[in-house]
């Protein structure tokens, strides 16, 4: 991972990470036992990029603040609140292919799917404590204006580090035949996407993709063995 991305805490990116986990990746199937909820079209305000952005937020912060005992307990459930309000509104396939980049086009449709489940499972793992954490006192959603005819556009939001300063978190969205999508967040001006595909490029023209695909999911077998709190 970049210098820039290790050096922000974990708190800042816990803003970030259901987007993180969501956008470049399908995640794994879920676990039986999460309970059924309503669908987040319920809940997540679809007309605009902002308001999909504040909306999903608050709809995600309102289930942390309900539920957070429970998902401390049962990290599976979190995941599983993690796909049904934002995955539906983060453009999955475009940002997997930018961040294998050319990668991506070599790659068989298996093993980008291995390589998507595995690379979500790696980011639920490093940020799924700190989002269990994180308060909506910490985020601010920036008002924005966006022409009724554009395809592109970026959310801007804050979210307040725990000595106060502030960063900002920014969702580049576009427009699809599905409606409005994100498919990058942008860290104090880091691109998450171009910041992922440098760190998995330089890996794979080494290793080769498989390789990498392996080590993903190692990790993640070995997560899942250790980090079980049922």
């Given at each position: 991972?970049?210098?820039v991305?290790?050096?922000?805490?974990?708190?800042v990116?816990?803003?970030?990470?259901l987007?993180?986990?969501?956008l470049?990746?399908?995640?794994?199937?879920?676990?039986?036992q999460?309970?059924?909820?309503?669908p987040?079209?319920?809940?997540?305000?679809?007309?605009?990029?902002?308001?999909?952005i504040?909306?999903?937020?608050?709809a995600?912060?309102?289930?942390?603040?309900?539920?957070r005992a429970?998902?401390?307990?049962?990290?599976?459930?979190?995941?599983?609140?993690?796909?049904?309000i934002?995955?539906p509104?983060f453009?999955?396939?475009?940002?997997?292919?930018?961040v294998?980049?050319?990668?991506?086009?070599?790659?068989?449709?298996?093993?980008?799917?291995?390589?998507?489940?595995?690379?979500?499972?790696?980011?639920?793992?490093?940020?799924g404590?700190?989002?269990?954490?994180f308060?909506?006192?910490?985020?601010?959603?920036?008002?924005?204006?966006v022409?009724p005819?554009?395809?592109?556009a970026?959310?801007r939001?804050e979210?307040k580090?725990?000595?106060?300063?502030?960063i900002?978190?920014?969702?580049?969205?576009?427009?699809?035949?599905?409606?409005?999508k994100?498919?990058?967040?942008?860290?104090?001006?880091?691109?998450?996407?171009?910041?992922?595909?440098?760190d998995f490029?330089?890996?794979?023209?080494?290793?080769?993709l498989?390789?990498?695909?392996?080590?993903?999911?190692?990790?993640n077998?070995r997560?899942?063995?250790?980090?079980?709190r049922?």
């Amino acid at each position: 991972m970049s210098p820039v991305f290790s050096r922000l805490r974990r708190t800042v990116l816990a803003a970030a990470a259901l987007a993180l986990a969501s956008l470049t990746l399908q995640p794994a199937p879920l676990q039986a036992q999460a309970a059924p909820r309503a669908p987040a079209a319920a809940v997540v305000d679809t007309s605009g990029p902002t308001q999909l952005i504040e909306s999903a937020a608050n709809a995600m912060l309102g289930e942390l603040d309900a539920r957070r005992a429970e998902f401390r307990k049962d990290p599976a459930k979190l995941e599983a609140m993690v796909e049904r309000i934002l995955l539906p509104h983060f453009d999955v396939d475009h940002a997997a292919r930018l961040v294998l980049g050319k990668h991506w086009r070599t790659a068989t449709p298996a093993q980008r799917q291995r390589f998507i489940d595995g690379f979500y499972g790696s980011l639920m793992s490093n940020y799924g404590d700190a989002l269990v954490e994180f308060t909506g006192d910490r985020i601010r959603v920036l008002p924005s204006t966006v022409a009724p005819d554009a395809t592109s556009a970026v959310v801007r939001t804050e979210v307040k580090r725990s000595n106060g300063s502030k960063i900002p978190v920014n969702y580049s969205m576009r427009k699809a035949d599905a409606g409005w999508k994100a498919w990058d967040v942008v860290i104090e001006g880091i691109s998450y996407v171009k910041s992922f595909r440098e760190d998995f490029g330089s890996e794979i023209d080494q290793k080769g993709l498989e390789a990498v695909i392996q080590r993903l999911e190692a990790q993640n077998r070995r997560g899942a063995s250790t980090g079980s709190r049922g």
